[in-house]
């Protein structure tokens, strides 16, 4: 699962963390790797991931394996590295 977040809005964090917490209660997604994207990196004062994963709760999630990315989608930014890791997630599980 890709879960892409807006790291430049610190206003909209907790919403995409009731978001995000509401996806692993559902059975067909127990148990399934997690890529969060936080995007929007090329902008200024964006959260980093560190950041990021504390406000989401990723290092509670630990049913399932998860990684973070910066990304930008805009550019491209963070993409390619973030594809390659979904991959290995995937083979993992």
Do not use: H
Not at 18 to 41: E, F, H, T, W
């Amino acid at each position: 699962m890709v879960f892409v977040v807006d790291s430049s809005d610190r206003a909209s964090i907790g919403d995409a963390q009731k978001a995000l917490k509401n996806v692993p209660s559902d059975d067909n997604m127990k148990g399934i790797p997690l890529m969060v994207l936080a995007n929007k990196k090329d902008l200024p004062n964006t959260m980093n991931i560190r950041e990021v994963s504390n406000q989401l709760e990723l290092p509670s999630y630990k049913d399932r394996a998860w990684q973070i990315q910066a990304c930008s989608g805009l550019k491209g930014m963070g993409l390619q590295q973030a594809f390659l890791s979904v991959a290995k997630l995937i083979k993992k599980s």
